[in-house]
T-cell receptor, first 113, second 115 residues
Framework: QKEVEQDPGPLSVPEGAIVSLNCTYS??????FMWYRQYSRKGPELLMY????GNKEDGRFTAQVDKSSKYISLFIRDSQPSDSATYLC?????????????FGTGTRLLVSP | NAGVTQTPKFQVLKTGQSMTLQCAQD?????MSWYRQDPGMGLRLIHY???????DQGEVPNGYNVSRSTTEDFPLRLLSAAPSQTSVYFC??????????????FGDGTRLSIL
């Protein structure tokens, strides 16, 4: 079993929809949680990051961490065609900070005009 | 500010050949790392470094060597290429200074195919 599980999709939504992307994990030592966006043939681009539990909002993006359920989510409001990409969740243990990341396999999101 | 720069962008090798993937960053980051990305596997950590002269192994280090002689550069060497090393390789860096860890920033990758 992988340490981090992520549905590969694709997830297809119309423009303007609210998108929910999720990851589950098994390692209770994970304390740092990140979401990266990856366009085709490009490197991962950091979207949001959080430490421990709670919510964080940045514009149209909201990241949630539920450590009791070992579940993290990324919500995208008012989705745009430019949001079409693969979204990667990443995590690391508390003693390694944001280093030594463990990634999910990524969810491919398609937003149609 | 170029960020993290990887060269080459594409490379085709024959089994048994050696090569070096280059990674340079201009942000004075202490931490640098190499990942490989394979379909259905996500990104996996190969090697990492917390500063010049210090390197350590990640999850999948076999068949790869690294060295860190300067803060800016962190090359990845394939000693004897094998078809199983066909992948997309990403280099990343982040700051460790001031006791404040920061998330990693990635380059755009090197696509490596081994025949």
């Amino acid at each position: 079993q992988k340490e981090v599980e992520q549905d590969p999709g694709p997830l297809s939504v119309p423009e303007g929809a609210i998108v929910s992307l999720n990851c589950t994990y098994s390692n209770s030592a994970f304390q740092y949680f990140m979401w990266y966006r990856q366009y085709s043939r490009k490197g991962p681009e950091l979207l949001m990051y959080t430490y421990s539990s709670g919510n964080k909002e940045d514009g149209r993006f909201t990241a949630q961490v539920d450590k009791s359920s070992k579940y993290i989510s990324l919500f995208i409001r008012d989705s745009q065609p430019s949001d079409s990409a693969t979204y990667l969740c990443a995590m690391s243990e508390g003693n390694t900070g944001f280093q030594k990341l463990v990634f999910g396999t990524g969810t491919r999101l398609l937003v149609s005009p | 500010n170029a960020g993290v720069t990887q060269t080459p962008k594409f490379q085709v090798l024959k089994t048994g050949q050696s090569m070096t993937l280059q990674c340079a960053q201009d942000m004075n980051h202490e931490y640098m790392s190499w990942y490989r990305q394979d379909p259905g596997m996500g990104l996996r950590l190969i090697h990492y470094s917390v500063g010049a002269g210090i390197t350590d192994q990640g999850e999948v280090p076999n068949g790869y060597n690294v060295s860190r002689s300067t803060t800016e550069d962190f090359p990845l060497r394939l000693l004897s290429a094998a078809p199983s090393q066909t992948s997309v390789y990403f280099c990343a860096s982040s700051s460790l200074s001031g006791g404040d860890n920061q998330p990693q920033h990635f380059g755009d990758g090197t696509r490596l195919s081994i025949l």
